[in-house]
């Protein structure tokens, strides 16, 4: 079936550090691929799409490339602030139906001053 | 612009009483409405989707039932909480075709005593 694999944390990295966080998928379609955040006590907040392969997404300093030849989405961002200290979920949508998310299990992002 | 509003946001129940949750979205027509449950650590897991008014589809059997009474409201209910139903519970929205991407409330904190 369809599903999200996400790298686990918890991460936590020293400001102005390199961020990656991996994300495979398997689809038995063409799915959408996403990139949702959550602050603390929040709900989700879109950070990043992409529609097809070798779409890259981009928003607030992060990126990320549907890479269809190995079905990742990996995150990443050159140069994390404190701000971003988060639970990041990388989800897919098979474009049918009432275009269901799924979800990895989100990855806890710790930024240290 | 499009917003979605949930209440309560935090919900403290003990066991065995009844629930509702409500969504209400503002600014679209016809999306299509969900509900997911956040458990403490855990990914999202979908709960209920709705494509249109009294048209419900569940994901996961559980003692939750859902229901659309009008085009933007979304309910979330229980006869009888459980204590596995504590978690964080989302509502979101889509709009019908075009793009994908989900938009989400703020939440509800729900803890089962």
């Known amino acids: 079936g369809d599903s999200v694999t996400q790298m686990e944390g918890p991460v936590t990295l020293s400001e102005e550090a390199f961020l990656t966080i991996n994300c495979t998928y398997t689809?038995?379609?063409?799915?959408?691929l996403f990139w949702y955040v959550q602050y603390p006590g929040e709900g989700l907040q879109l950070l990043l799409k992409?529609?097809?392969?070798?779409d890259k997404g981009s928003n607030k300093g992060f990126e990320a490339t549907y890479r269809k030849e190995t079905t990742s989405f990996h995150l990443e961002k050159g140069s994390v602030q404190v701000s971003d200290s988060a639970v990041y979920f990388c989800?897919?949508?098979?474009?049918?139906?009432?275009?269901?998310?799924?979800f990895g299990t989100g990855t806890r992002l710790t930024v240290i001053p | 612009s499009q917003t979605i509003h949930q209440w309560p946001a935090t919900l403290v129940q003990p066991v065995g009483s009844p629930l509702s949750l409500e969504c209400t979205v503002e600014?679209?027509?016809?999306?299509?409405l969900y509900w997911y449950r956040q458990a403490a650590g855990r990914g999202l897991q979908l709960l209920f989707y709705?494509?249109?008014?009294?048209?419900i589809s569940s994901e996961v059997p559980q003692n939750l039932s859902a229901s659309r009474p009008q085009d933007r409201q979304f309910i979330l209910s229980s006869k009888k909480l459980l204590l596995s139903d504590s978690g964080f519970y989302l509502c979101?929205?889509?709009?019908?075709?075009?793009?994908?991407?989900?938009?989400f409330g703020p939440g509800t904190r729900l803890t089962v005593t």
């Open positions: 600014g679209t027509s016809n999306p299509n």
């Open positions: 709705s494509v249109g008014i009294g048209q």
């Open positions: 989800a897919l949508i098979i474009q049918t139906g009432a275009n269901n998310l799924f």
């Open positions: 689809a038995t379609g063409y799915p959408s």
């Open positions: 979101a929205w889509s709009s019908r075709g075009g793009s994908y991407e989900q938009y």
């Open positions: 992409a529609t097809k392969a070798d």
